[in-house]
């Protein structure tokens, strides 16, 4: 089976940050519902997680004369931050997008990518 990533790329943090108790569990079914679905096509969740807010991520880069830098926070040239993402198999990549979705109830933008193996 071919493993994708299925990534929320533009949550608002703040928003997260400040929701209900009933928002959280709303996010939480609709993921659940998205593996159902797709376990329902052949397709499995096999992994994923939530993220913890861009405060707490650092970001290590090489410099313009090989130097390490660490930055705080998450080195990005947009207001978007990924929030969480699902590692998926499926053979048949339209139903994973079908099944997908379902994610936008509960996610604004949902990006899918085959992983590639090394």
Known sequence: M???VVMFPAD???ERRAATEARRQATFDT???FGRLLAARGGAVTGGAGLTDSSEAR???RGPNSEVLVTDGPYAESVE??????LVTCDDYDVLVDAAQVLTRAH???EIRPVKEF
């Open 108 to 110: 604004p933008v949902v």
């Open 81 to 86: 931050q990924l929030s969480g993402f699902f």
């Open 31 to 33: 993921d659940f519902e």
């Open 2 to 4: 071919t493993e994708y």
């Open 12 to 14: 608002n943090e703040s």
């Open 59 to 61: 970001t290590i880069r």
